[in-house]
């Protein structure tokens, strides 16, 4: 396995237009903030990660739920963070648009 890079499965969800998602999809090879955690009674979070969403089809709309792997570099505490049935959060800057859950760590 490469050791600057963790791979997981993940089930990806785009929030809806209506409730804050994107207008348009997502193509592979997309790179939004990926927030594993926020600050206690707050919406603030303290970092963000760094990761790649990859899939097979051609996008992902909003409103639409598809199995994906997600490449994430490995800096600070995402170890202690990534662990199978973990969900988390997929932002464009501070705006929340959808949410992720790890299936699966890939071990290559």
Do not use: C
């Not at 707050?42 to 990859?54: A, E, H, L, R, V």
């Amino acid at each position: 396995m490469n050791s600057e890079v963790i791979n997981i499965i993940a089930e990806l969800t785009l929030y809806s237009t209506e409730n804050g998602g994107r207008k348009t999809g997502i193509g592979t090879g997309y790179r939004p903030n990926h927030v594993l955690e926020y600050l206690p009674n707050s919406n603030d979070f303290p970092t963000t990660y760094i990761g790649q969403i990859d899939f097979d089809k051609e996008r992902i709309f909003p409103g639409e739920t598809e199995n994906v792997k997600v490449m994430f570099l490995r800096h600070q505490n995402i170890e202690e963070l990534i662990k199978e049935g973990r969900t988390w959060w997929i932002h464009e800057g501070s705006r929340k648009i959808g949410e992720a859950k790890v299936l699966e760590i890939i071990t290559e």
